[in-house]
């Protein structure tokens, strides 16, 4: 019997809250003791130091995060997070969460993520390349279209995914588009990947109402968080009939059961950079919108919104996870009892991004693109299957839809690792 590890390099509330997933999916499928850990625990984690030379002449030294959670499967991949409350632990979760995610739907990935503390808003444009570029720059020995693939992520865009790409480019002496993804379409980036993580939000959403009798044309949705995942959810669902009744970035929320006008909040957004004083609705708070009455309610933003104090007025039929773990074991636990509402799990729900990441890597590999349609078309047909095999399994085991992803994802991960087998 071996003895469980206890992390402590990565402990936090998050972490602690990935695990505790884990642990309950490991008990589920009988996982063996001697996989366990392996499986459970992050491979390996970067952590640097990224002085900055400031505009007006000062260095100011930032801090950041890589960690490769499993590289069993493939190159790891996942995102980069510029945000003021990164932590080691949040990027050693969300990185936990990738590696389920990539496995569930059928990628050749091992799960990553990484971090840096920093509000990138605070940052001129000519100091946010300094650091982007400094970042890849520090972890060039690490990185790589066969070891580990960034993207963007909370705080970053396609522009900072360009100049990562540029400075790795430049160490190795050639183009290498392929080391990230989510770059802009004039540097080998993808059609679709900008919309795509929203792009597959909207088309399970579609699915799960359909599957529960509830007409999109009928149906109100409420987004906290319009950002690119949060906006491109809202046009999409907009697109297939839905109302959009509520949206909201960090200064607050916007409520409005006529509908909010979706273009006049981009065009606000664009020029005010906030929603804050954004006339299209009544204001409320973020924590106010996730108990709104709605259809749909999609947590857009970031992790552990949905708690016990919160989970018990929720007034939605569908939560949709466009966010990476927005919901806590113990609302988990509460939804679950409540048995009104149903849950499209983060590992499904938000997986159209690594999807479309897929794609562009593969692009990349080849140097032959494909169009919009083309893109589209393969990211509804990866995601059907994999809705499929999480219902599937929910009904084979009568598990949670949550559960039964995570098994999925898990189960492969721990498969390939037991095939592989230890290292000596």
């Known amino acids: 019997m071996s003895k469980a590890v206890v992390s402590t390099l990565y402990d936090s509330d998050v972490f602690r809250m990935a695990c505790r997933q884990f642990d309950q999916a490991a008990d589920a499928i009988n996982l063996p003791e001697e996989i366990r850990d392996r499986t459970k625990y992050p491979r390996r984690c970067i952590a640097v130091s990224l002085p900055v030379k400031r505009d007006n002449g000062s260095v100011t030294v930032f801090e950041g995060y890589r960690v490769q959670h499993n590289i069993s499967t493939g190159p790891s991949k996942g995102g980069v997070r510029f945000h003021e409350s990164v932590t080691l632990g949040e990027v050693g979760a969300l990185a936990m969460w990738m590696s389920w995610k990539c496995s569930l739907v059928g990628l050749p990935y091992g799960g990553a993520k990484g971090g840096v503390i920093v509000n990138p808003r605070e940052l001129s444009a000519t100091e946010l390349e300094h650091l982007s570029r400094r970042y890849m720059q520090e972890l060039i020995g690490f990185v790589g279209p066969q070891l580990d693939i960034p993207a963007p ?11 990562m790409m540029d400075t790795y480019s430049n160490h190795v002496g050639y183009i290498c588009p392929g080391v990230v993804t989510g770059k802009p379409i004039a540097v080998g980036g993808s059609q679709g990947r900008r919309e795509a993580t929203g792009a597959g939000v909207a088309f399970l959403v579609g699915k799960y109402l359909e599957d529960m009798k509830l007409p999109i044309s009928k149906s109100t949705v409420a987004i906290q968080g319009f950002g690119n995942v949060g906006s491109e959810t809202a046009l999409a669902l907009s697109a297939m009939g839905a109302k959009i009744v509520a949206i909201s970035d960090y200064t607050g929320a916007i409520y409005n059961p006529a509908g909010v006008d979706l273009r006049k909040a981009l065009a606000y957004l664009q020029s005010e950079r906030v929603l804050k004083d954004f006339d299209g609705g009544d204001a409320v708070s973020n924590e106010q919108l996730l108990e709104l009455e709605c259809t749909v309610l999609i947590p857009a933003a970031l992790e552990r919104v949905i708690h016990q104090d919160n989970a018990p007025k929720l007034k939605c039929r569908l939560l949709a996870e466009a966010a990476n773990g927005p919901t806590t074991n113990a609302a988990d636990r509460i939804i679950e009892d409540r048995g009104d509402i149903e849950i499209i799990p983060d590992v499904l729900c938000n997986s159209g991004g690594v999807i479309v990441s897929y794609f562009e890597w593969l692009q990349n590999q080849q140097s032959f693109y494909w169009d919009r349609d083309e893109v589209i078309r393969k990211l509804h047909a990866i995601l059907e299957k994999a ?16 559960l039964a992803a995570l098994t999925l994802g898990i189960g492969r991960v721990a498969e390939a690792k037991q095939k592989r087998g230890l290292f000596p």
């Open 153 to 163: 992520d909370v705080g970053t865009n396609e522009q900072i995914m360009a100049w």
């Open 387 to 402: 809705k499929e095999s999480v219902e599937y399994q929910k009904r084979k085991f009568k598990f949670s839809r949550r």
